[in-house]
Antibody, heavy 120, light 107 residues
Framework: QLQLQESGPGLVKPSETLSLTCTVSGGSISSSNYHWGWIRQPPGKGLEWIANIFYSGSTYYNPSLKSLVTISVDTSKNQFSLKVSSVTAADTAVYYC????????????WGQGILVTVSS | AIQMTQSPSSLSASVGDRVTITCRASQGIRNDLGWYQQKPGKAPKLLIYAASTLQSGVPSRFSGSGSGTDFTLTISSLQPEDFATYYCLQDYNYPLTFGGGTKVEIK
């Protein structure tokens, strides 16, 4: 069974870059059976999909965030990462990483989430 | 982007009640829809995928139906541990989009 764990700073200053890493255990990030994704949830609000990546490097981004977001994968460390640049208070949220099983697609395993606050 | 409209946004129900939550897509999405349960302070949990396939380990009181634009999540007999917020997610195309959520509260 896959396990995912987010890590990164809990506090980021406005205009800076938010960087998060998701470490995958219990399986290989190079599996052809999964995409890997990031989802966020502002306090008291709903869920927003951010981006997905395949181990080969194929990426899918939410157009509402695309210009500010980069997702990447490090197969040697069994990790994938998220960067959000030029953050504002609106980027304050719990960020979740998740595995996305394919055929059919679904987010089947989730990390516990990490709260990132954007504040000076 | 496909818009997912969930209803109701909240409901109050008693233990043992049958509960139905609906999700409507702004365009046809075949059966490419999942349902997730989220409890306060916890990550979402997959309940159902491909509109009607129960995720392993999820109690059989949960069921999903629908295709095209209209989908339903049903809890046949609400249990104390089912009080949570439920979200639908369309898996048909990118960008993936969630419904606004339905909070199920104790009556």
């Amino acid at each position: 069974q896959l396990q995912l764990q987010e890590s990164g700073p809990g506090l980021v200053k406005p205009s800076e870059t938010l960087s998060l890493t998701c470490t995958v255990s219990g399986g290989s990030i190079s599996s052809s059976n999964y995409h890997w994704g990031w989802i966020r949830q502002p306090p008291g609000k709903g869920l927003e999909w951010i981006a997905n990546i395949f181990y080969s490097g194929s990426t899918y981004y939410n157009p509402s965030l695309k210009s500010l977001v980069t997702i990447s994968v490090d197969t040697s460390k069994n990790q994938f990462s998220l960067k959000v640049s030029s953050v504002t208070a609106a980027d304050t949220a719990v960020y979740y990483c998740a595995s996305r099983g394919l055929r059919p697609e679904r987010f089947d395993y989730w990390g516990q989430g990490i709260l990132v606050t954007v504040s000076s | 982007a496909i818009q997912m409209t969930q209803s109701p946004s909240s409901l109050s129900a008693s233990v043992g009640d049958r509960v139905t939550i609906t999700c409507r897509a702004s365009q046809g999405i075949r059966n490419d829809l999942g349902w997730y349960q989220q409890k306060p302070g916890k990550a979402p949990k997959l309940l159902i995928y491909a509109a009607s396939t129960l995720q392993s380990g999820v109690p059989s009181r949960f069921s999903g139906s629908g295709s095209g634009t209209d989908f339903t999540l049903t809890i046949s007999s609400l249990q104390p541990e089912d009080f949570a917020t439920y979200y639908c997610l369309q898996d048909y195309n990118y960008p993936l989009t969630f419904g606004g959520g339905t909070k199920v509260e104790i009556k």
